[in-house]
């Protein structure tokens, strides 16, 4: 059992790698993750935000997220999607229908006017193994240095009506089937929880002791946005 746990860990990075590279997106690691990280008045803005993920449509495959993607304009170009990989520190996962599998993120942006793209991350059992991705399309600015809470973000992959956004690609076709990923959509909440997510980051991130954190909630999900741009793309 723990052989096949690797060997889907494994692959999971395989497949996130070759998305990297077939976009063009460069990866970054997540903020925090060295116990001896210090923040400073004159460091880039942190941003927080957990992620619980569950599937309704098959229950027994749990999605696992791997990878929050953002692009960014200026006033003068448009720079190509990037990703933060999600490291262990992370990670809260129970795979449980009830609960889903929950995310303690942390971006490092400099300053400027982006767009939180989507989540995304793996469902299924090696060698069945799906992609999912949960829309967002939300404006992120980040203008001064400090720490802030985006909010909490529920997606709930469930079955799809009707012309309904996918909750991932329609290939390969068998492992996007048994995950659910092609004949399901997302359904996403934005709620602000900073009274029970700021806790768990300070206790699991060193780094942010003492350090105020500032509330920036994210403004709610657009679904015909979101539905829109898969129908264009």
């Not at 889907?8 to 395989?14: E, S, T």
Request: charged share 20%.
């Amino acid at each position: 059992m723990q052989l096949i746990h690797r060997l889907a860990r494994l692959f999971a990075v395989l497949l996130f790698g070759l998305m990297m590279v077939a976009c063009a997106a460069p990866s970054r690691t997540m903020a925090l993750g060295n116990d001896a990280e210090k923040l400073t008045a004159t460091s880039d803005p942190v941003f927080l935000m957990t992620v619980t993920i569950k599937n309704i449509y098959k229950p027994s495959l749990q999605p696992k997220l791997e990878l929050v993607s953002f692009d960014r304009s200026t006033a003068t170009e448009k720079i190509p999607l990037f990703g933060f990989v999600l490291d262990e520190k992370a990670r809260n996962e129970t795979d449980s229908v009830e609960k889903g599998n929950h995310y303690l993120l942390r971006m490092q942006l400099a300053p400027g006017q982006y767009r939180l793209v989507s989540v995304s991350g793996r469902a299924g059992v090696f060698p069945i193994m799906g992609h999912v991705i949960a829309p967002l399309h939300l404006p992120l600015r980040a203008s001064e240095p400090g720490v802030f809470y985006l909010g909490h973000v529920d997606a709930s992959l469930r079955e799809r009506r009707g012309n309904e956004f996918k909750a991932g690609p329609s290939l390969p076709l068998i492992d996007q089937a048994v995950v659910g990923a092609s004949g399901g959509t997302f359904d996403i909440t934005i709620s602000d929880r900073q009274a029970v997510d700021e806790p768990a980051f300070r206790a699991r991130f060193p780094a942010l002791t003492g350090v105020p954190i500032k509330k920036a909630i994210l403004p709610a999900f657009d679904r015909s946005y979101a539905q829109q741009f898969w129908e264009k793309n």
